[in-house]
Nanobody, 125 residues
Framework: QVQLVESGGGSVQSGGSLRLSCAAS????????MGWFRQVPGKGREGVAA???????NYSDSVKGRCTISQDNAKNTLHLQMNSLQPEDTAMYYC???????????????????WGQGTQVTVSS
């Protein structure tokens, strides 16, 4: 059984930083992408960043230059370093992994099969 467990969320002031982590178990990282999505109430999930096993990364325009996604293959762990956080970054952040075989679409929720329970990030001005 695949489990993705996020940690590292919290409350910070504008300009602050957070490092999110996602521990994967029961999952063979053979899919195309693992990534981070975020969601605010009343809106759909937005792709934030994703990484392929070969290390290729993708970022949304809203976080490019402020966030870094990384992976520890030995520990089957995914990270998202978020700097210069702004109130508009406030959301529930989800870790996700694609189904075996994967997809080249990195930022669409239907392309991802496995999801964590989410970790809340709140940025105050």
């Amino acid at each position: 059984q695949v489990q993705l467990v996020e940690s590292g969320g919290g409350s910070v002031q504008s300009g602050g930083s957070l490092r999110l982590s996602c521990a994967a178990s029961g999952y063979t990282y053979s899919s195309y992408y693992m990534g981070w999505f975020r969601q605010v109430p009343g809106k759909g999930r937005e792709g934030v960043a994703a990484i392929r096993r070969d290390g290729t990364t993708n970022y949304s325009d809203s976080v490019k230059g402020r966030c870094t996604i990384s992976q520890d293959n030995a520990k089957n762990t995914l990270h998202l370093q978020m700097n210069s956080l702004q109130p508009e970054d406030t959301a529930m952040y989800y870790c996700a992994a694609q189904r075996p075989g994967g997809s080249r679409i990195w930022n669409s929720p239907p392309a991802f099969l496995y999801w964590g329970q989410g970790t809340q990030v709140t940025v105050s001005s």
